[in-house]
């Protein structure tokens, strides 16, 4: 119930961190706006990990394969999507192709077992409720 809960609370925050960040271009640039996003979040990341983890940063280079750390670079350009897809789509319509992207990339992983997650097995179901978003998107008006 608890996994149920803080992804409905991290949907949430994404669609008004968006809405937030696209608010925030309007007054200065997409890239000045993600780097303070980018900054902003590391302040908040650091004084976290200050009162709660304290583990070494070194523990990094253990990270095997190595490209799984670009996660904040892809980071930086999740918030330049969303922040043009926001400005151009407006919110409702942008989080709704961006949470059925985020929907099909998920299973592919899964289907594919990529980037050392266990594969999973093709499953109707799940095409079927991919269609059924994809169709509530046309019924949507994009």
Known sequence: MFGILISLLSGAL?????VFNTQVTKSTGVWTANAFIQFSA?????????FKERLSFTKLWLVEPKYMLLGGVIGAFITYTVIKGMELLGPARSVMLIVVS???VAYLIELFGLFGVDKQP?????????????????LFKI
Do not use: E, T, Y
């Open 122 to 138: 093709f499953s109707w179901r799940k095409m079927i409720g991919m269609a059924v978003a994809v169709a509530g998107i046309i």
């Open 102 to 104: 985020q929907v099909l």
């Open 14 to 18: 994404m669609s008004i961190q968006g």
């Open 42 to 50: 590391m302040v908040v990341c650091l004084a976290a990990w200050l």
